[in-house]
């Protein structure tokens, strides 16, 4: 059973310009969640989708966007890129996201941005 | 707001030493609990979860026990190897708001 899988790994951009991340979850799984990860912020959450809905947002600006497409898909957007954006970008899926425990959250690799 | 406190790091170790990596968490009502692991260079991994007061979480050798009274979740492994040498955090996923609260995560060294 294949994980989740997120693309590019790597990729380098320049400040002001914009840049979308893609994130494949397991089979099966309808829910998407996105997390960025620095040295001095931790992991924090961005946004979770379900059925091509965003349930949930984090306090992000709104130069952060995202979607999920029909098949489970999700991708991420960053728009006017800063330095501060330079971080790992982490997707997670599980089958219906939500309180119980039970729906684990299994994260891929992640993309690791960086802008100059 | 939900938080979730671990102990600050890096915690270095001889191998087949005891492991203790303390955390806490506040949030109303009763979240679920977990333990996530990160190698190197990967993304994050869980390690364990407990879903209810005095469940205890187990894998791979480490344990956790979910303690309401206080709102604990300390992880443990009785003798450490240098192959869990990785950056470990604490996480509470509560009610309906679809999403993990993280720590800000533990450094482990195991020295051979």
């Known amino acids: 059973k294949a994980g989740v899988t997120q693309t590019p790994r790597y990729l380098i951009k320049t400040r002001g310009q914009q840049v979308t991340l893609s994130c494949s979850p397991i089979s099966g799984h309808r829910s998407v969640s996105w997390y960025q990860q620095t040295p001095g912020q931790g992991l924090q959450f961005l946004f979770e989708?379900?059925?091509?809905?965003?349930?949930n947002k984090g306090n992000f600006p709104g130069r952060f966007s995202g979607r999920q497409f029909s098949n489970s898909r999700s991708e991420m957007n960053v728009s006017t890129l800063e330095l501060g954006d330079s971080a790992l970008y982490l997707c997670?899926?599980?089958?219906?996201?939500?309180?119980?425990?039970?729906?684990?959250?299994?994260f891929g690799a992640g993309s690791r941005l960086t802008v100059l | 707001g939900d938080s979730v406190t671990q102990m600050e790091g890096p915690v270095t170790l001889s191998e087949e030493a005891f492991l203790t990596i303390n955390c806490t968490y506040t949030?109303?009502?009763?979240?679920?609990l977990f333990w996530y692991v990160q190698y190197p260079g990967e993304g994050l991994q869980l390690l364990l979860k407990a879903t209810k007061a005095d469940d205890k979480g187990s894998n791979k050798g480490f344990e956790a026990t979910y303690r309401k009274e206080t709102t604990s979740f300390h992880l443990e492994k009785g003798s450490v190897q240098v192959s869990d040498s990785a950056v470990y955090f604490c996480a509470q996923l509560r009610g309906s708001n679809y999403k993990l609260t993280f720590g800000k995560g533990t450094l482990l060294t195991v020295n051979p």
């Open positions: 997670a899926s599980s089958l219906q996201g939500g309180p119980s425990g039970a729906n684990v959250l299994t």
């Open positions: 989708y379900f059925s091509e809905t965003q349930r």
């Open positions: 949030a109303t009502g009763y979240p679920s």
